[in-house]
Structure formats: structure tokens, C-alpha cells
């Protein structure tokens, strides 16, 4: 727009239950999100895709028709033809294989609990942060897979406050949500960041894949 003023998202929605897709709507809409189509398959979300200017996708994971990983596998389609758009997928479960595959998509993608539904503000900034082509993983799913860390795992490289600072990458906060969250300085988690990147040895790729290379790490951590 001319002043500057970022047009509302336009995201489309799939879940063959009715009632949550209507929940998801309600709250994308309520945060400024334009929802402009509401369907029941991966199929049916992925004519919509072709059809129309989408900036994100939200779907569940298990739909028909054989209630497995349809949702994954619409996602893993979208890439292939390579579609960049932001695609969230929603599961009931906390499945850290769930998750791996969906950041092993590459970026703008991200993986939560359809409870967060009822957490307006954590799926709205999930959208938001998919859109611009970051990553989300739902802190449970993070909560596990730290607790799972083995000693030789790369992961334990890490401080304390660099764990935290990786955590909260993975849940899709900038650095600057994490200076907030973490009452740091931004300079500070900057510092926090480049260590994290470092001792992981990521150096190589460009800024932005190494932070989704990075939550890849956490979610591999066995």
C-alpha cells in the first residue's frame, strides 16, 4: 500500500471438522487476518491455493481420507511445485516426528497443537510468523525434546540461556520477542543467537536457513 500499511493476510483453512474451522476463522479474523477459504480436505485446499493469491495455509494433519498425515503430505506437494507460501499445520497430538518432517519442508512452516486455538494471540503470530517465512514449533513439542536431549547430542553444546534462546527461536519469536520475553538486551540475544548458530556449526548457510537449520537440531535431538 502507499503508506506503507501491510495488507491484511489472506490465509485459507483445512480441517474436516466443521466446528474448529469455524474456531480458527473467528480468531484468525479477529486478528486482522482475512480468511478467505474454509474447506475439508488437502485436495480441496490445494485447488484453492491454485487458484487463488494465498500467503498461508493452516490444516490439519489427519484428514481424509485415510486420517494419517494428509495434511503433511499436501504440505510436502506445495513444495514440490514450488509454492513458498506459509503453511501451519495443526495436530491434537505433540509428535516430535510430526514436527521434524514438517520443519524438514524448509522454511515457513510451522507445526502446533490445535489447543493453541484457544490462545488467540499464539496462532495469530504463528500465521505471522510463517507468512514471512519463519518457522513454529509448538512449545510442548520443544518442552520434549529438550527433556530427551542425550549428553553427545549437539545440543548439549549449549548454556543454559542459549537453550532457552533456541527454544523460543523454535516457537517462531524474533529476536526481539525473545529479548522481551527473556528481559534481555537485543545486542545481548543477538550475541546468544550467533553462539547458538556457531556451536551447532552453521555457519555456512545464509542467516535465515540457519535459524530453521537450527530448530531442525532441537526437533532431531534424540
Known sequence: MADGTRSPLRVAVADDALLLREGIQKVLEGGGIDVVASV??????????????????????????????EGIVALE??????????????????TPEYALRVMGAGSGTGYLLKERVSEPQTLVRAVETVADGGSVVDPEVVEQLVRRTRADDPLARLTERERSVLELMAQGYSNGGIAQTLFLGLKTVETHVRSILQKLDLEESPEHHRRVLAVLTLLGAR
Not at 480436505?41 to 486420517?67: H, N, Q
Not at 506437494?77 to 505433540?94: D, E, F, P, Q, T
Open 77 to 94: 506437494s506445495l513444495r514440490a511445485s514450488g509454492s513458498k507460501i506459509g503453511v501451519l499445520l495443526l495436530s491434537m497430538y505433540a
Open 40 to 69: 475439508g480436505t488437502g485436495d480441496e485446499l490445494l485447488e484453492v491455493v491454485r487458484a487463488d493469491e494465498i500467503d498461508v495455509a493452516v490444516l490439519d494433519i489427519r484428514m481424509p481420507p485415510s486420517f494419517r498425515d
